[in-house]
């Protein structure tokens, strides 16, 4: 007898939580539904931070994709922050931070990612803001580093972080 009126009773306090839980579910997709549009652009998202492997580098920033008529191309507009984390002289092995961004185009099945923009920041303690657009983009990438003042090889990546893909939206 207890065990069924614990069973009744737990089975009563989900079915509440469900109820619940439901309009304030479908109030938060209406707001993000809102701010996407009140943006102008059909997906939008703030991204990051992603840092490299030794988290002297770091960068953040938006995304914002804008379809044309028909869904046959897009622009894919990109925002953001890079920080030069490492307080380091060069003499001491300090590097600059590098951020470096790849698209995958409409129709390429090969699967191939295409370098992008890539920037570069020397600067302990501060930040070089960078903005971009693509088009014809189905997928973007973002990877940080860090590279010597004169140097054009990066060490110490992060992973590939994907900033957006098509089917996100």
Not at 85 to 113: M, N, S
Not at 141 to 157: A, D, F
């Amino acid at each position: 007898m207890i065990k069924r009126l614990a069973t009744g009773l737990l089975a009563t306090a989900a079915l509440g939580a469900v109820v619940l839980a439901t309009p304030a579910t479908a109030s938060a997709a209406a707001t993000a539904s809102a701010a996407t549009s009140a943006s102008g652009y059909d997906y939008s998202e703030n991204w990051g931070a992603y840092h490299s492997r030794n988290y002297k580098a770091k960068a953040r920033g938006w995304v914002g994709v804008d379809w044309g008529h028909h869904q046959k191309w897009n622009r894919v507009d990109v925002k953001g922050k890079l920080y030069d984390l490492d307080h380091r002289t060069y003499g001491q092995g300090g590097k600059c931070a590098y951020v470096k961004f790849e698209a995958h185009h409409f129709g390429d099945h090969h699967g191939k990612w295409y370098d992008g923009k890539s920037y570069k920041y020397c600067g302990a303690g501060g930040a070089k803001h960078f903005t971009f657009s693509k088009h014809k983009v189905d997928g973007l990438r973002v990877k940080v580093c860090q590279i010597g003042l004169h140097s054009s090889y990066p060490t110490r990546c992060g992973d590939w972080e994907y900033l957006y893909t098509a089917e996100s939206e």
